[in-house]
């Protein structure tokens, strides 16, 4: 998986959406940042996480866990506790949280096609991977 | 609701996350990915969508609507089909797109308690919107 992505297995799991707003001035955010994020990685459960800040101080960060349990546990880690507190205190002007469960996805640039329902469909067509994109998805 | 956010209704909804790493150079990017977003917010059970690029080119994208039909025909819009095979052939070196069903959603950076249930407990302490974070949430 290419830097930046984070390498999910099939659905379902969880996506913690959180997009927020920088205030104007470090405070002290980009080391806490830094290691919130490294400390989610560490966390029972997560499976990942992909953030981006962009010049203007949005930023959008998704964070994936396997369940409610574990992002329940993440809320309240207590270093977290305290990111969170500084967070609302100093760090952003907005953030809009979001718990999503990730029903399906997928990943590219190759061309897609879903690779189960082919190989499905012909045997004799053996499915090529670097042909399409992959295709992960689990039928609800 | 501050620039840069969607303004979601209650949940349950759906997010699609696109994350992608963009190829060198613009070749026609810039312009079109301004126009996919703007056409996304235009279509039936589009309900917004954030947006952020960072300098190192990795991006993620959230688009929220209303249901799994939504999802499809925006997915199927000619323009968009158009944009989404240049963004395999150009534009992007790899990309993950995940579907997922948003269940609850919070927002800041209000101190947070739960607006509804701080209402419902009692009626002669009334809710402040100002005091704490928006809670929007619908029990599945």
């Avoid at 390498?7 to 470090?26: K, L, M």
Wanted: charged share 25%.
């Amino acid at each position: 998986m290419p830097a930046g992505f984070a390498s999910t297995p099939e659905p379902p799991y969880y996506a913690v959406i959180f997009t927020s707003q920088r205030t104007a001035g470090d405070h002290g955010y980009e080391a806490t940042a830094q290691a919130m994020f490294e400390l989610a990685l560490k966390q029972p459960g997560c499976l990942g996480a992909e953030s981006v800040r962009g010049d203007n101080g949005l930023g959008i960060t998704v964070a994936y866990f396997t369940d409610e349990p574990a992002i329940r546990a993440w809320k309240q880690n207590s270093e977290h506790l305290v990111a969170q507190r500084l967070g609302k205190e100093r760090w952003y002007s907005h953030y809009e949280l979001r718990v999503a469960k990730v029903e399906r996805a997928y990943s590219g640039p190759e061309l897609s096609r879903p690779t189960r329902q082919s190989a499905k469909g012909s045997a004799r067509n053996p499915v090529v991977a670097s042909d399409r994109a992959s295709f992960r998805n689990r039928q609800q």
